[in-house]
């Protein structure tokens, strides 16, 4: 059986993100587990924010087609998701928004699974905000998403200069995610 395929992307493209930080390390802890990963920014595949009318009048845009083929070509997809406002990020709700829209055969969501994580710098962790996501995904979108989440609080000093985490619980608990999403999408491939 092939390596489980995952797609790797945090819903922060600005300079130094924790969340940029947490997905790159979990890209690196799928990597090291054998997981054929694809760790992409949002920052390539630029999207105008969601019209009815320019759908209408000119389809999807190129990259949401681009990005619905990417999450149809991986078994799974993490998530790192920050948190603005005790909410999703514009930008990475937007990306879902137009992915859904495109009307190209395949279910971008369904049939695969998800895993969420959150950096913040705030005490929480980026919590309120998983939530939010995880409401969007399952509900608006019928996707299966790991119960767990991992959530780093005080995001400005949970990083080492070599980009682990330097809380072990926390560190523990973004290997459980990885380990389960790993499980999960073995699983679904074999059915």
Known sequence: ??????LVCSGSVRGGSFNGKLAALTAKKLAILDADVTH???KDYPLPIYDGD???TSGAPENARKLKRLFLANDGVFLSC???NAGVTPLLKNTLD???RVKEPGDPYRNKMFALGSASPGAYGG???LIGMRTILEVGLGAMVLPQMVAVSKAA????DKGELSDERVGGQLDKLVDGLLRATRIEMSH
């Not at 059986?1 to 995952?6: L, S, V």
């Open 54 to 56: 320019l759908e209408e």
């Open 1 to 6: 059986m092939r390596n489980p395929k995952i």
């Open 157 to 160: 000093s949970a990083f080492d």
């Open 98 to 100: 137009w992915i859904s």
């Open 127 to 129: 919590m309120r905000g």
């Open 82 to 84: 920050p948190e603005y």
């Open 40 to 42: 992409l920014s949002l």
